[in-house]
C-alpha cells in the first residue's frame, strides 16, 4: 500500500503554477506541497497543509468529483492519467488522523492561544452539514465560542444522511466531526428551525449567525401522475432511508447527477429487478462523476440516455410510465446542445417505482424566516456571505452555492472570514 502510494505521490510534477489547486480545487488547498511532504513520508506535515485551507480531508478525499475539479486541471493529465489527487488526500487523512493518531487541534492549537481574546465573541451555526462544521472549525482556530444547533442527533448533514456507504464510510465522517469538535465547539441536538428554535430568540445571543441547513427538498417536474403512491423524491429516500420493499420490482430514477447514481446504486442492491436510469441528455453531459457511473453500470443498473418521462399512469399506484426520446440541438443564447423532444418517439414501459433525483430547493418554511430570497428560493446573500440581515450570513446548498462537497465547505469557510472581520 505505501510504494503505490509513493508511487502515485511520485508521478505529481509539483508544478509552480498549481492549476489544481488554484483553478481545479474548490477549496484552493496547496496539492503539490501536501503531495511533496507524502513523498517525504511527512505524513501528519502533509494534514497540517491541508488544514490551512480545508476540514473535510477524509471526506473530500474520497467524494470529491476530482475527474471535474482537482485532477482535471492536473497537467500530468494533458497528455495521460492525471495524479490520482483525491485518494492521496484520503491517505493522509488516514495515515496522519487514523493511524498515527494526531488531531486537527495540534494543527491549530497555537492559533486558537493566539486568539483567546475572540472567546467573548459568540456565532450560533444552524446546521452541522459540510457548510456548517467549516464554518465552525475555522471561527474556532481563530478563538471565536462555536455553537452548533443541529435538527438530528448527529452531525454530518448529507455527509451521513445522503451518501451511501459504498461511497463514503460512516466512520470517516464521525472521525471527521469528532476532529472538528476538539477544537471546543458545542453542540445541541434535535433543534430544528420553525420547531423549537427561532432565529428572532438566537439573534438575542449571539454575535453572528450562520445559516446552513442545506437544501434538501427534491424538485419535482409538474408532470400528470407524479402524486401517485409509488413516486418518490430521491432526496428523502436518502435522507430519511425509508425505502419500499424493492424486491423483484422495476424502479425509474429520473435525473443525471450525483444523487440519481447514489439512489440507482442503493436501490439495485436492495434487491430490484431492473434499475433504469432515465436522463434526457447524453452521456457527456451528465453532471454525475464518470466514476459513478461506471460504477452503477458494473452494477447493473441500466441508462436510458436522451430520454425524458413526460407522463406516470395508474389508477392509484405507479404501473407505467410514458418515456420520449430526445435529440440535442443548439440553441441561442444556450451554452450547451438542449434537448428537444422528438415527435411521436413517445413509448409506454412498466414500471413499480420512479424517484425523482432532478435536484434539490430549500424546504418550505424558509420563506417565513424574514430572509430575502433569489428567484429560485434559496437564501440571497452578498459576497461576503451576508443575508439581507446583516448580523445573519447563509452557506451551502441554501444559499443556492454550487453542489458539491467542496464548494459548500469554501462557502463555510469564506463566511468564517467575514464573520470574523464584523466581529473584529
Known sequence: MLDEIKEKANYCLNCKVKPCSLKGCPLNNNIPEFIKLVKEERYFEAYKVLSETTVLQGVCGRICPHEKQCQGSCVRGIKGEPVSIGELEAFVFDKAILEEKHTLLECYE???MQNKANSDKKVAIIGGGPAGLTCSAFLAKNGVNV????????LGGLLMYGIPDFRLLKEIVK??????LNLGVNVKYNQELGKNLELKDLEQKYDAIFLSIGANKSSRMGIEGEDLDGVYGGNEL???NLHPSYRGKKVAVIGGGNVAMDCARTIK???ADKVKVVYRRAREQMPAENKEIEDAINEGVEFLFQHNIVRILGSEKVQKMELIKT???EKEGES???PVNIENSNYVEDIDYIVMALGSKPADFVSNLGLELNKWGNIKINEKYQTSNPKIYSGGDLAGIKGTVAWAAKSGREAAKSILENLN
Not at 455553537?147 to 448527529?154: N, Q
Not at 472521525?175 to 472538528?180: A, F, G, L, S
Request: proline share 0%; glycine share 4%.
Open 175 to 180: 472521525e471527521t466531526v469528532n476532529q472538528i
Open 110 to 112: 497555537n492559533e486558537i
Open 147 to 154: 455553537t452548533i444547533y443541529e435538527k438530528y442527533d448527529y
Open 238 to 240: 436518502l435522507e430519511y
Open 336 to 338: 450547451r446542445l438542449v
Open 327 to 329: 435529440e440535442l440541438v
Open 269 to 271: 442492491r436492495l434487491g
